[in-house]
């Protein structure tokens, strides 16, 4: 018989199960902790509780069609999906976008970038005790979605980037509201870091914690904030410029310490310049002005054109019947998304259904790292680790 | 003396070939990206010359999957996007298996970071790694029979 005394002092090890409905795993993230005491000696994440099979779906759909799953991979950064989605199958078409349209493109990503660094910071905060946070952050993030409803009609599905532009043209009044928001946000990031940079609590739990050198960070395929808190300044905005990019000015904020501190400030710093970029594409951004490229057979037509002209009106139901056909040929692109770089690899056989899309997720391949960022440390740090890893599971598991 | 319009991919093409004769297969340019094809049994050994040449200095393995060209033969293409944070520059290298042999060397001992993405490849299309060092599925469960991204898995599943 089996009772607890006897059991004592019989293993040294025990192993806990934490997920997938633990609340600080952010979704369904299940990791087994083999536990000597409070101290993790090894961390197994399992993964696949929301795997949907979207790369799979996207063969089975137009190039257009698929758009609108991109959004529900990473759910707090679907203007990003978007982006990269289309930016590959413009790629492969060897298409133009016009300039107008890139800017809008920016402007949306970095105020994505804003709410998504704000959910991160809310519900990290809650994680580590400071529920007050949240609520701040939640109130500032509200005001973004706002603007995405009127941008697209929509606050988080957006589907607003479209292959060869944006969806619709910005609504009246869009320059007040986004330079409304621009004015009170510097203030209210100061707000926060006011309540926890110098918090000693919130310092507690996170200096020195989950500390890996930037070599081995990089040996695991980290990006993102991630690996500039560890002094590796690679930004794909700064590498390798995208939608125009290289004209804005801004800079990569970069830490050196390499912990979850290092990484809260990283981001925190990092909404900050997103402010600045989404200033320089208002102005940018003129009033009038093509929001797709020309494209007959790809983009479809202005409504106004299908009721004049007769090949407006084929080419408006060959693109909504069978699509259209990039020639053969892969494409891959990459982007910065608020957690890392976001890759799309397409690859075509000329048929109006692409032949194989696969999606770089940032959430996936940073969360490699979470092993070897715990073990050692304690139950408590890996809720830190996990926080700051910054995993949206729809995206991991896609 | 190979002519690229990419002066990096040159490079890496020139270097590859000084190391081993038959490291490269055949280059391919498409949309402003460079493909090099590496025969399969060199893979690994390329890959290792890719990130140890300082002339190179691939540090970062970006993403790793699998292209399946059904019927074709051979059927799968692997393609591994490569990153050189220092020199800011990219390339692909490829290399193509068939089905009868669907097994390639495991990247793992040269970038710890292939790690997930080659489970996820052996995962959806049930692609054997020899070497990698936890070779277990890791978005379906461990019960799932098939491969679901091989192109004659269909879209709704089987029943």
């Given at each position: ?37 409070e ?42 999906n ?13 298409l ?10 920016v ?54 980037i ?31 870091e ?10 507690g ?32 905005r ?28 990283v ?51 060959k ?69 700051t ?10 | ?159």
């Open positions: 018989m089996t009772t607890v005394e006897s059991a004592i002092g019989t293993t040294k090890t025990m192993v806990l199960n934490m997920g997938p409905q633990h609340p600080s795993t952010h979704g369904v993230l299940r990791v087994l902790l083999e536990l000597d005491g101290n993790v000696v090894t961390a197994v994440p399992d993964l696949g509780y929301l795997h949907t099979g979207i790369e799979k779906s996207c063969e089975d759909k137009t190039y257009s069609q698929s758009i609108t799953l991109t959004d529900r991979m990473d759910y707090l950064n679907p203007l990003g978007n982006l990269v989605y289309c930016l590959a199958v413009e790629k492969l078409l060897g133009e976008v016009p300039k107008r349209a890139q800017y809008i493109r402007m949306m990503v970095e105020l994505q970038r804003i709410s998504s660094h704000l959910v991160w910071l809310g519900t990290h905060a809650l994680d580590m005790g400071a529920m007050s946070v949240m609520l701040y952050c939640f109130r500032e993030r509200e005001e973004i979605l706002k603007i995405f409803e009127r941008f697209a009609g929509q606050r988080m599905m957006t589907s607003y479209r292959i060869g532009g944006v969806a619709l043209q910005p609504p009246a009044g869009w320059r007040d509201q986004v330079k409304c928001f621009l004015d009170m946000m510097p203030a209210r990031v100061d707000e926060y006011a309540l926890l940079t110098e918090n000693r609590i919130w310092q739990r996170l200096k020195g914690v989950g500390r890996l050198a930037p070599e081995v960070l990089v040996a695991c395929s980290t990006t993102g904030p991630g690996l500039r808190a560890a002094g590796v300044a690679f930004d794909n700064k590498a390798f410029p995208y939608s125009s990019y290289e004209e804005f000015e801004f800079n990569v904020p970069t830490r050196t310490e390499s912990d979850c501190f290092a990484r809260y400030l981001r925190v710093a990092e909404i900050r310049e997103s402010i600045k970029i989404v200033r320089q594409a208002m102005d940018k951004i003129t009033d009038e002005g093509p929001i797709k490229a020309e494209a007959p057979g790809i983009i479809p037509p202005q409504r106004e054109k299908m009721k004049t002209e007769m090949e407006a009106l084929i080419y408006h139901f693109i909504f019947t069978e699509g259209f056909s990039p020639p053969p040929g892969e494409a891959y692109v990459a982007v910065e998304s608020p957690r890392g770089e976001l890759g799309c690899f397409i690859a075509s056989d000329g048929s109006p259904k692409p032949l194989r899309v696969h999606f770089r997720a940032p959430s996936f391949i940073n969360l490699q790292a979470l092993p070897r960022m715990v073990e050692g440390q304690l139950i408590a740090d890996t809720v830190a680790c996990i926080g890893i910054d995993i949206v599971l729809g995206e991991v598991d896609r | 003396m190979t002519q690229l319009a990419d002066a990096n991919a040159s490079v890496v093409v020139e270097q590859l070939r000084s190391w081993n004769a038959k490291a490269v297969a055949q280059v391919v340019e498409y949309r402003g990206e460079t493909t090099v094809v590496v025969p399969r049994e060199l893979l690994r050994a390329a890959a290792q010359q890719c990130k140890e040449d300082p002339a190179l200095n691939f540090d970062l393995l970006s993403d790793a999957t699998c292209v399946d060209r059904f019927p074709l033969e051979p059927r799968f293409e692997l393609n591994y996007h490569l990153v050189s944070i220092p020199r800011r520059a990219r390339i692909r290298l490829r290399t193509s298996i068939s089905a009868q042999h669907a097994a390639i060397d495991s990247l793992v001992p040269v970038w710890p970071g292939a790690n997930w993405l080659e489970r996820e490849i052996f995962d959806l299309f049930g692609i054997q790694f020899e070497g990698h060092p936890d070779l277990r599925r890791i978005l379906l469960p461990e019960g799932f029979e098939g491969s679901p991204l091989r192109r004659d898995f269909p879209t709704e599943g089987k029943r």
